[in-house]
T-cell receptor, first 112, second 120 residues
Framework: GAGVSQSPRYKVAKRGQDVALRCDPI?????LFWYQQALGQGPEFLTY????????KSGLPSDRFFAERPEGSVSTLKIQRTQQEDSAVYLC??????????FGSGTRLTVV | AQTVTQSQPEMSVQEAETVTLSCTYD???????LFWYKQPPSRQMILVIR??????QNATENRFSVNFQKAAKSFSLKISDSQLGDAAMYFC?????????????????FGKGTLLTVNP
């Protein structure tokens, strides 16, 4: 597609529920990033893929967070047993050459 | 680890006037990239301007320009002839340029942002 597409745009989850957030990057973009943006803060790095390989997951806050990109295109960020502190906007970005990033519009997750 | 600091949580400017947003960063690296991103209510991060650290010339994109002071580790954004559509959150970001294994140097480190209001 023409841009990075993320779905759903909004997600409300009850505490303890599992959620899956989808990112569809620009076709052909090798690199894919996930960021977490808490209210009133800047985005913080979660994880990075180069094709299907997850090369850096140092930003994942706990083992409840899991990301995958099995075929090197679409990526899913999964959060198990959601907690209130997981409420944030989750941004996905893709890049062809690792210095020009295109961001999606994010998924706003609210845990109640 | 690199850090990015934006000391102005909010700024306002009159339409058609000029405003400068501040950013400082901390790094031990000599080669890196700096960015300014705009985030409107739609939430999508939009690249405003980019600066390579090895370039002494300040980057310019139409009404947007930067004042890059490498020794002082300062990277301010100047918006000239401000327009109503410039109102948004602005984030300063840092990215390493060196090639290291694992690709972790490609991640962006963001500041906390500055909310810019443009008054008609």
């Amino acid at each position: 597609g023409a841009g990075v597409s993320q779905s759903p745009r909004y997600k409300v989850a009850k505490r303890g529920q599992d959620v899956a957030l989808r990112c569809d990057p620009i076709s052909g973009h090798v690199s894919l990033f996930w960021y977490q943006q808490a209210l009133g803060q800047g985005p913080e790095f979660l994880t990075y893929f180069q094709n299907e390989a997850q090369l850096d997951k140092s930003g994942l806050p706990s083992d409840r967070f899991f990301a995958e990109r099995p075929e090197g295109s679409v990526s899913t960020l999964k959060i198990q047993r959601t907690q209130q502190e997981d409420s944030a906007v989750y941004l996905c970005a893709s890049s062809a050459r690792n210095y020009g990033y295109t961001f999606g519009s994010g998924t706003r997750l609210t845990v109640v | 680890a690199q850090t990015v600091t934006q000391s102005q949580p909010e700024m306002s400017v009159q339409e058609a006037e000029t405003v400068t947003l501040s950013c400082t960063y901390d790094t031990s690296e000599s080669d890196y990239y700096l960015f300014w991103y705009k985030q409107p209510p739609s939430r999508q991060m939009i690249l405003v301007i980019r600066q390579e650290a090895y370039k002494q010339q300040n980057a310019t994109e139409n009404r947007f320009s930067v004042n890059f002071q490498k020794a002082a580790k300062s990277f301010s954004l100047k918006i000239s002839d401000s327009q109503l559509g410039d109102a948004a959150m602005y984030f300063c970001a840092y990215r390493s340029a060196g090639m290291r294994s694992g690709g972790s140097n490609y991640k962006l480190t963001f500041g906390k942002g500055t909310l810019l209001t443009v008054n008609p």
